[in-house]
């Protein structure tokens, strides 16, 4: 098995050219060096913030492609994998395997709320087709399964490169009773409340924040690790109230519609949503506002990164 993977993972959008029609290979690399410059561990291409459910199998193999290329070695990539078909998920799985992705995350087939058996199966047939390690993802708004800690510590028993999980259940307790029910084995990235995450036993966390924050959702897990944990709080604190304000808006906006546009406030554009979802043009005034809104807490943050530089003599909190 490679290296283990550890700390803040960006879960990256996909940057698409200014009419949507085409992935931006330049916009690309320059969003992929930013993150490396703020000091990202690792990225996640093809997630939910990665709009996964629009692009075709072509773009999905020039994405992965650029990434893993771009990348080098540098940092992990996993690779967003998942189908409501286990032949697709399998076959996706083993192309990312084949170009050099260092992992997969995978969501359970979602539409058809799967029985434990059928997810076990689903997984199965993923996990004997590839050798590279496994992120199991549950998120049981997106997918209508909620996957137990007891189905989780079948899959991890049964098959050695599922050793991962992205747990957004919306249960921070989930994270424990996961970290029990394994013994350790595996290794749980939370999908929120971060810092709460890693007392339970979380070793990192997959974060849409990257896509306009990198620099604060990277040092938030690296003082929780540190144990700086009143540090982590203040940037949770500021994170949570931008979040707020995006979570105001239509469900559908979330994190794919904003992080674009933040990503581009930021200085790296990388076009906008593709339909069904709601771009952030066709928001009009109301995304103006929220971006008018969320700005000022942007620079509340830097402030606060500025003013938090690390101090290896301050005591363990």
Same mark, same amino acid.
């Given at each position: 098995m490679p290296a283990e993977f550890r700390g803040s993972y960006s879960v990256i959008v996909t940057p698409f050219t200014e009419d949507g029609a085409a992935l931006d290979v330049v916009a690309t690399t320059r969003f992929l060096d930013w993150q490396l410059e703020s000091g990202v561990p690792g990225v996640i291409v093809l997630g939910t913030t990665g709009e996964f459910l629009t692009v075709t199998d072509e773009e999905r193999t020039q994405l992965v492609e650029t990434v893993v290329r771009h990348l080098d070695g540098r940092i992990p990539v996993l690779v967003g994998t998942m189908n409501a078909s286990t032949a697709n998920a399998v076959r996706y799985s083993r192309e990312a395997e084949a170009l050099g992705a260092d992992g997969l995350m995978i969501v359970p087939p979602y539409y058809y709320t799967p029985t434990e058996d059928e997810i076990f199966g689903y997984y199965r047939a993923i996990a004997e087709a590839v050798s590279i390690p496994i992120m199991l993802y549950n998120n049981p708004v997106t997918s209508n399964v909620d996957m137990s800690a007891q189905l989780v510590g079948r899959l991890t028993r049964a098959?050695?490169?599922?050793?991962?999980?992205?747990?957004a259940s919306m249960d921070v307790a989930r994270v424990y009773d996961i970290v029990e029910e394994t013994e350790g084995a595996m290794n749980v990235f939370a999908g929120e409340r971060i810092v709460e995450s890693f007392l339970l036993g979380a070793v990192g966390y997959v974060n849409p924040y990257g896509n306009y924050i990198p620099r604060a959702s990277t040092?938030?897990?690296?003082?929780?690790?540190? =144990?700086? !944990? /009143?540090?982590?709080?203040?940037?949770?604190?500021?994170? =949570?109230? !931008? /979040?707020?304000?995006?979570?105001?808006g239509h469900p559908t906006y979330g994190h794919q519609c904003y992080s674009k546009a933040l990503a581009a406030a930021a200085g790296y554009p990388v076009g906008d949503v593709r339909p069904p979802l709601t771009t952030f043009a066709e928001l009009g005034a109301e995304g103006h506002e929220r971006l008018g809104r969320i700005t000022p807490l942007l620079a509340e943050l830097d402030v606060l990164l500025d003013e938090l530089e690390p101090d290896p003599a301050r005591s363990r909190a």
């Open positions: 098959f050695e490169n599922v050793r991962y999980i992205k747990e040092r938030i897990w690296d003082d929780v690790v540190a =144990g700086r !944990l /009143e540090d982590a709080k203040r940037i949770q604190r500021l994170i =949570g109230k !931008l /979040e707020h304000v995006i979570a105001e």
